[in-house]
């Protein structure tokens, strides 16, 4: 049984002084998966990731990764994995080629072997011709790029990706993603990612955990979790109503059946809500509040809509609601705070 | 087989660092800039022109009874005539002189000894004494400058006049003629360059260690690529020590730039070995890597880093003894130098490179520099081991 456990986490904890990061979170992680943590800013991501690459001590609890102890055999764990952390692991003024040879030799890796990887890298993400180009002249994605292949050097059984595709533009992201799909099923190599991006980890991951405040809320496949709120019961609706007030959406945050609110423009609202009559209680609300609605659509429910039925609708999604509007990628949804974009 | 790994990290670590470090332009020009920068501070603060003396007030005693001395006298008082670079008075000895001294009434003396005369009769170098206001450092020095430069110069006069009819057998007495004493100076050479350089090169590296080290640490830090090698299977030691390599191969590097420049530009000679300076230079290394480890294992943030650093700097850089001599401190500042490896770098190094000694004028010297080192590494390795597991 244990074989087929890539990594296990048992209450695991991380305090930052009175702060708790990460919550007594235990999930396992199976041998060749692909398995997401899918979280808003601050939730605890990097910091769980941190912990499982033996880069930050847990304060609490166990985890094992590749049957190993991340506080016991730190070392060896170290030898089994790979990071591609939040932050670029690479010097700027250091040609592709220099960089990657850097840590080819910090893994042991013979002159010949590594001539060989780094040359065989290389040609996975094409990248061939930049090799003996300062990484400094690179464009964000080409960074990237040769970022994902540094922590394949010594063809770790597990990987780490902190965020991959933050800051990318659509082609690159599309790129990026397709290269961990490719390592997944080519060379079976087990993933575990972090994303605030609804559709990545809808496409990429087996499983997902969902993180908020330092705890796993829910951890399933996606579909399950989208199953979870489109029963009967639940539902969501997308409403274009022009004369649209805020005290239109107040009234409609106080009712009973109403679950959460996004405000996506100037005229159009997200509701979801449960209960049988819920759409007439949301139709009767907002046309008693002298709301004219020219356009409903039920919608099926996304990984966002998941998400913020299990967080509930608190003070955080006040501020959710004003910024969701503004902060819609091209990925269409996107979760939570911005401004944590890839500085470099 | 783990110590050959930790050494060919530790080198490759190092081979990455002086990379980025050579094709930095900036740092480069750094590297060159300022020890040429404080090299020409200092002398524009500590002024060694003689030109730049006038009216010195200077008392001059001939307690020779000889006609070398009266020679010397006159000439001294035609070369004054000329330069109008002192003001010369009567003294009666040594003692008058000094209680002139304390008085203020004069900033110098210029004392020709009985013996003057009889010695270079016999073919020997005859000694001036020279006397300076030691309360007043800069002007010492200056005065002291001033004078040793005006009694060469006459010297090499007496010596064209002295050539052709010489039978002494001493070549130096023929040449050199005059030779300068120094009285009651604390050591070394008249030349303010002389005196400093040799606490410059300390210095550098010193800051190579204690600025550089802590620096290239916290920057990786803070953008994220001390993590790509902290999550290899690399020992937590092959970090430090690749940083220190790259660090002590810059420091030593801008030493030696130090040394070029005080030579070519400064006249800085140096009279001992020069194998020993670069020991010495290796050894202050040695005495403030544990420093270095330590500040850098107490420092999350660059911005951190770079002001623990300032603190801790600017007492060593004025206690070391780099600018001015420990002896002209008040008591309990000598105290604290007396416990900073910098001071016992100074020192050392200027022993040797202006007076020449050898290693074993600087066993104390050596054995404390060897033993704060091992010290502060016994206390900073296992702090920085720590440090990066939190
Ligand atoms: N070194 C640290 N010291 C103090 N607090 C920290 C530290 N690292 C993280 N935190 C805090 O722990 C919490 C979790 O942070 P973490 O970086 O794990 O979140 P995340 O889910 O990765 O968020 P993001 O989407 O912004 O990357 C945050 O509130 C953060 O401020
Ligand atoms: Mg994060």
Same mark, same amino acid.
Request: no cysteine.
């Given at each position: 049984m244990t074989e087929e456990i890539a990594i296990q986490t048992n209450e695991l904890t991380k305090k930052f002084g009175d702060l708790v990061a990460v919550d007594k979170v235990s999930f396992d992680v199976k041998k060749g998966e692909i398995f997401g943590f899918l979280g808003p800013n601050g939730a605890g991501k990097t910091t769980t990731i941190r912990m499982l690459c033996t880069l930050t001590r847990p304060t609490d609890g166990t985890a094992t990764v590749a049957d190993l102890d991340?506080?016991?055999d730190d070392h060896e764990v170290r030898g089994h994995i790979g990071l591609v952390s939040e932050k670029l692991i690479m010097y700027d003024r250091l040609t592709a080629y220099e960089n990657l040879k850097l840590f080819a030799k910090l893994y042991n890796l013979s002159k010949d072997q590594m001539e060989k990887k780094i040359d065989e890298l290389l040609k996975l993400v094409h990248m061939e011709k930049w090799k003996d180009k300062q990484i400094g002249t690179y464009s964000t994605g080409m960074k990237q790029r040769i970022n994902v292949i540094r922590a394949l050097l010594n063809e770790p059984e597990i990987l780490f990706l902190d965020?991959? !595709? &933050?800051? &990318?533009?659509p082609q690159s992201t599309a790129e990026i993603r397709e290269f961990i799909r490719k390592l997944n099923t080519e060379l079976n190599t087990t993933i575990i990612l972090t994303t605030h991006m609804m559709v990545e980890a809808d496409m990429l991951c087996d499983r997902l955990g969902i993180i908020d405040r330092g705890k796993i809320v829910a951890l399933d496949t996606p579909e399950n979790l989208k199953k979870m709120i489109s029963g009967n019961d639940n539902l969501v609706t997308e409403m274009n109503i022009p004369n649209l007030t805020n005290t239109m959406v107040e009234t409609l945050q106080a009712c009973e059946c109403v679950k959460t609110i996004s405000r &996506?423009?100037? !005229?159009k609202i997200k509701v979801q809500a449960n209960g049988d009559d819920a759409f007439d209680i949301i139709l009767d609300t907002v046309r008693a509040g002298g709301g004219k609605i020219t356009s409903v659509k039920n919608l099926e429910p996304t990984l966002e809509d998941v998400f913020l039925h299990i967080t509930g609708r608190e003070v955080r999604d006040q501020a959710n609601v004003k910024q969701r509007a503004e902060n819609r990628g091209p990925d269409g949804h996107s979760m939570g705070g911005g401004g944590n974009r890839r500085v470099r | 087989m783990k110590a050959k790994q930790l050494l060919s990290h530790s080198a490759w670590i190092c081979w990455k660092d002086l990379l980025e470090f050579a094709r930095s332009k900036m740092a480069l020009v750094m590297l060159l800039l300022m020890p040429l920068f404080m090299m020409i501070m200092v002398g524009f603060i500590f002024p060694d022109s003689a030109a730049m003396m006038e009216d010195v007030p200077i008392a001059l005693v001939d307690l020779d009874s000889g006609p070398m001395g009266e020679n010397f006298t006159m000439q001294l008082e035609g070369l004054n005539e000329q330069t109008g670079m002192m003001v010369l008075s009567g003294a009666t000895d040594i003692e008058d002189i000094r209680t002139q001294i304390y008085a203020g009434d004069i900033d110098g003396g210029i004392v020709i000894p009985a013996n003057f005369t009889q010695n270079i009769m016999a073919g020997q170098q005859g000694t001036i004494i020279i006397m300076t206001d030691q309360s007043n450092p800069q002007l010492s020095m200056q005065t002291q400058q001033a004078l040793s430069y005006v009694i060469d110069e006459m010297g090499t006069y007496a010596a064209i006049g002295m050539l052709s009819a010489s039978d002494s057998n001493t070549t130096l007495a023929t040449v050199q003629p005059y030779t300068v004493e120094i009285e009651d100076l604390v050591e070394g050479d008249p030349s303010y360059f002389q005196f400093v350089a040799p606490g410059i090169m300390a210095m550098v590296v010193m800051m190579s260690l204690m600025t550089g080290l802590p620096h290239a640490i916290s920057y990786e830090k803070d953008t994220g690529t001390l993590d790509g090698m902290l999550v290899a299977p690399i020992h937590r030691l092959a970090i430090i020590l690749g940083k220190v390599l790259a660090q002590t191969t810059r420091g030593m590097i801008q030493g030696i730039l130090i040394l070029l420049l005080a030579m070519l530009l400064f006249g800085v000679v140096i009279y001992g070995n020069i194998l020993i300076v670069l020991l010495i230079m290796l050894l202050t290394v040695l005495s403030f890597v544990g420093l270095g480890i330590l500040v850098t294992s107490f420092t999350d943030k660059e911005e951190t880093a770079s002001m623990i650093m300032m603190t801790m700097m600017f007492p060593m850089m004025f206690l070391g003894g780099v600018f001015f001599p420990i002896e002209q401190m008040p008591g309990f500042m000598q105290t604290i130098s007396s416990v900073l490896p910098l001071t016992y770098a100074t020192s050392a190094m200027r022993k040797v490179m202006i007076l020449g000694a050898g290693m074993g004028d600087i066993t104390t010297e050596i054995l404390f520099m060897v033993i704060f080192g091992l010290v502060f590494l016994l206390i900073s390795v296992p702090m920085f081991k720590r440090a990066m597991n939190k």
């Open positions: 991340i506080k016991k965020e991959p !595709t &933050l800051g &990318l533009d &996506l423009d100037n !005229t | -």
